[in-house]
C-alpha cells in the first residue's frame, strides 16, 4: 500500500495475499467511482497512489494505458477503467448490490451515466480557464436536475449511478466558489439539494475532499509535478 502517490524511480509495492489492489489518483474523479463502490460494499483493499503526470515506469507495465483507477488481484491480473473496474466490484460481489435488478430500471441507469459525458467536457474546459464553457455545462446539469424526481439519482437510496456521476458533482462547490460557476438555488433546487443529501453518505464521506483541498491541488496542477498528496489525511 502507498497512499503517498509513487512516481519514477520508486519501487512497486509487493501484492498482499488475498488482497484487492487499486491504483488510485486522490484528485482523479474516475479513479473515486471506484473509491466510491468499494466503500459502500465495504470491500477490503488497499490502494497505491500514482502520479500520472509522472508515472512510475513500472505501472505501464500493470496497465500500458498509464491510465487510473486499475483493480489489481494478488496473482497479478489487473483490470482497468473506472466503468469496468465498477462494474466488476458491484457483480463479483454480491452483497448490498449497486446495480438495479430490474433490466428497465438497469438500463435508465446507464443512459443517465452515458449521458455523464456531456458534462464532462464542458467541466474540464471550464476548470482550466474556458469562462464561456460555463453556460454548456450549467445547461448540460439541467438534465440531472430534471431526473431527480425522488432523493437520489437511484431512487429512494444512493445506487450505482449516483457513484458514477457523484465525482463531478462533487466538484460543482469548488467551481462555484473558487471559478464562480452560477449554480445558484433557483435553477438547480434538486441538485443544490442533492449535494447536500449524497455529502451524509458514508461512501461519500469517506472519499470527499473539500473545497480548500481542491483549490490547493488544481492551483499546483499547472507546474510539472502537482501537490499530488495535499489530498491525503485531509
Same mark, same amino acid.
Given at each position: ?7 519514477? +524511480?520508486?519501487?512497486?509495492? =509487493?501484492? &498482499? ?38 508515472? =512510475? ?18 496473482? +497479478? ?22 446495480? =438495479? ?26 476548470? #482550466? ?27 429512494? &437510496? ?18 462555484? &466558489? ?9 435553477? #438547480? ?12 453518505? =458514508? ?32
Amino acid at each position: 500500500m502507498s497512499l503517498k502517490h509513487l512516481g519514477p +524511480g520508486s519501487q512497486l509495492p =509487493p501484492l &498482499q495475499p488475498g488482497k484487492l489492489r487499486l491504483y488510485s489518483m486522490v484528485f482523479c474523479p474516475f479513479a473515486q467511482r471506484s473509491r466510491l463502490v468499494l466503500a459502500a460494499k465495504n470491500i477490503p483493499y488497499e490502494v497505491v497512489n500514482i502520479k500520472l503526470k509522472v508515472k =512510475p515506469e513500472w505501472y505501464l507495465a500493470i496497465n500500458p494505458s498509464g491510465m487510473v483507477p486499475c483493480l489489481q488481484f494478488d496473482d +497479478g491480473r489487473a483490470i482497468p477503467e473506472s466503468l469496468i473496474v465498477s462494474e466488476y466490484l458491484d457483480n463479483a460481489f454480491p452483497e448490498n448490490k449497486l446495480k =438495479p435488478s430490474d433490466p428497465y430500471t438497469n438500463a435508465v441507469h446507464t443512459v443517465m451515466i452515458d449521458s455523464l459525458g456531456k458534462v464532462i467536457t464542458p467541466f474540464y474546459k471550464f476548470l #482550466f480557464g474556458d469562462a464561456t464553457a460555463a453556460e454548456n455545462l450549467l445547461t448540460a446539469l439541467e438534465y440531472y436536475e430534471k431526473k431527480l424526481e425522488n432523493n437520489y439519482l437511484g431512487g429512494d &437510496q444512493p445506487a450505482f449511478v449516483d457513484y458514477m456521476i457523484w465525482p463531478w458533482i462533487e466538484r460543482l462547490e469548488f467551481l462555484k &466558489q473558487k471559478k464562480n460557476l452560477d449554480l445558484n438555488e433557483e435553477r #438547480f433546487p434538486r441538485l443544490i439539494a442533492y449535494i447536500q443529501r449524497m455529502k451524509q453518505v =458514508p461512501a461519500v464521506k469517506e472519499t470527499i475532499l473539500s473545497v480548500e483541498v481542491y483549490d490547493k491541488f488544481f492551483k499546483s496542477y499547472s507546474g510539472d509535478e502537482p501537490d499530488y498528496d495535499c489530498g491525503i489525511n485531509v
